[in-house]
T-cell receptor, first 114, second 114 residues
Framework: EAAVTQSPRSKVAVTGGKVTLSCHQTNNHDYMYWYRQDTGHGLRLIHYSYVADSTEKGDIPDGYKASRPSQENFSLILELASLSQTAVYFC?????????????FGPGTRLTVL | AQSVTQPDARVTVSEGASLQLRCKYSYFGTPYLFWYVQYPRQGLQLLLKYYPGDPVVQGVNGFEAEFSKSNSSFHLRKASVHWSDWAVYFCAVSSNYGNEKITFGAGTKLTIKP
């Protein structure tokens, strides 16, 4: 069974502070993704990565950085958290190649910025 | 650019009744299509996926979906819903290239009446 874990599961941050969300996968997958979920918007892609030490911008990268230090770990960094970044954040992983394009999701991190 | 529209933000059905959740996609070419389910306070789980082939695909828990290229649709169906189907359902589209990201619809929240 594919496994993606996220930490913390919830966090309260202050405006202007730095926040780091972590994701770890044991699937041996090449691709990892960060999404945010807001009511009425579904999931929107922030950053993704297809290999360690490399990240790519998604659809809404502004205000976020990403880091992929190893195949298993992918972090999302908010250098200066803002109220508008209050959301639920999901990490996902996917294998490369073959015929499967399924993404495996973590349980999510609920971030509240005050 | 690819996109997904789920026209119904909320759907309510009685337990035991049939269900159809609508999904319209926009994609140039042949898409890969997915339905994911999100139970309360959990991450997304794959219900079913469509790769080019048989237009009717079977998923878990009695769900099925039908791909229509002429209508650009991928509607989800279930013959008889159970209270445990109470969740949010997301339709998603991806290209058939190796690295591509998945684009999600806004989701349909399904409520089950006893």
């Amino acid at each position: 069974e594919a496994a993606v874990t996220q930490s913390p599961r919830s966090k309260v941050a202050v405006t202007g502070g730095k926040v780091t969300l972590s994701c770890h996968q044991t699937n041996n997958h090449d691709y990892m993704y960060w999404y945010r979920q807001d009511t009425g918007h579904g999931l929107r892609l922030i950053h993704y990565s297809y290999v360690a030490d490399s990240t790519e911008k998604g659809d809404i990268p502004d205000g976020y950085k990403a880091s992929r230090p190893s195949q298993e770990n992918f972090s999302l960094i908010l250098e200066l958290a803002s109220l508008s970044q209050t959301a639920v954040y999901f990490c996902a992983s996917r294998d490369w190649g073959g015929s499967s394009y399924e993404q495996y999701f973590g349980p999510g991190t609920r971030l509240t910025v005050l | 650019a690819q996109s997904v529209t789920q026209p119904d933000a909320r759907v309510t059905v009685s337990e035991g009744a049939s269900l159809q959740l609508r999904c319209k996609y926009s994609y140039f070419g042949t898409p890969y299509l997915f339905w994911y389910v999100q139970y309360p306070r959990q991450g997304l789980q794959l219900l079913l996926k469509y790769y080019p082939g048989d237009p009717v695909v079977q998923g878990v828990n009695g769900f099925e979906a039908e791909f229509s290229k002429s209508n650009s649709s991928f509607h989800l169906r279930k013959a008889s819903v159970h209270w445990s189907d109470w969740a949010v359902y997301f339709c998603a589209v991806s290209s058939n290239y190796g690295n591509e990201k998945i684009t999600f619809g806004a989701g349909t929240k399904l409520t089950i009446k006893p």
